[in-house]
């Protein structure tokens, strides 16, 4: 893992600017990190993440339905294809997305597991919510904005 890129790398990389620099903060920021700094008393990305998951099923069943997908169970299969935590994962450590996170120590000392582990994934997620919730907050379609963020990073197609 190199040094911390800022928030203004990430926005940079996303091709976003963030109206809420808040929500981008909340979305960089582990848990373990928050818990070895509570004088800060900041939000960690949990809640971003859990919102990031609901954000990206929905865009995923939207585009699968657009492209004609009828059938309850094709859907649900095919979902599951697009969402699976390896494929979430995959495209964080494609984009050195761990980059802009604020790890705890311990997580920092146990990187090569930790990008094994559903914590990359929860990066994945943390910034998909938080794309959805700033352009939300600024009365844009959130799921379009997602939406183009991930097919601007070939998010559905990952061999691109």
Excluded at 25 to 42: G, Q, T
Excluded at 95 to 107: A, F, K, S, T, V
Aim: proline residues 2%; glycine residues 6%; hydrophobic residues 35%.
């Amino acid at each position: 893992m190199t040094q911390l890129r800022s928030a203004k790398d990430l926005e940079d990389f996303i091709d976003y600017e963030f109206k809420d620099l808040k929500i981008l903060e909340e979305a960089r920021r582990r848990r373990a990190y928050r818990n070895e700094h509570p004088m800060e008393n900041k939000e960690c990305m949990d809640p971003l993440a859990t919102l990031g998951d609901a954000v990206l099923d929905s865009i995923v069943v939207l585009k699968l339905y657009q492209e004609g997908y009828r059938s309850k169970g094709k859907i649900t299969e095919k979902k599951i294809e697009q969402v699976k935590h390896e494929r979430t994962r995959a495209f964080a450590e494609k984009h050195n997305l761990g980059e802009y996170i604020l790890w705890g120590d311990g997580e920092y000392k146990q990187m090569d597991t930790i990008r094994k582990g559903k914590a990359f994934d929860a990066v994945t997620e943390a910034l998909i919510g938080a794309i959805f919730l700033d352009a939300e907050g600024r009365e844009k379609n959130g799921l379009k904005t997602v939406q183009e963020f991930l097919e601007k990073k070939n998010f559905f197609n990952p061999d691109s």
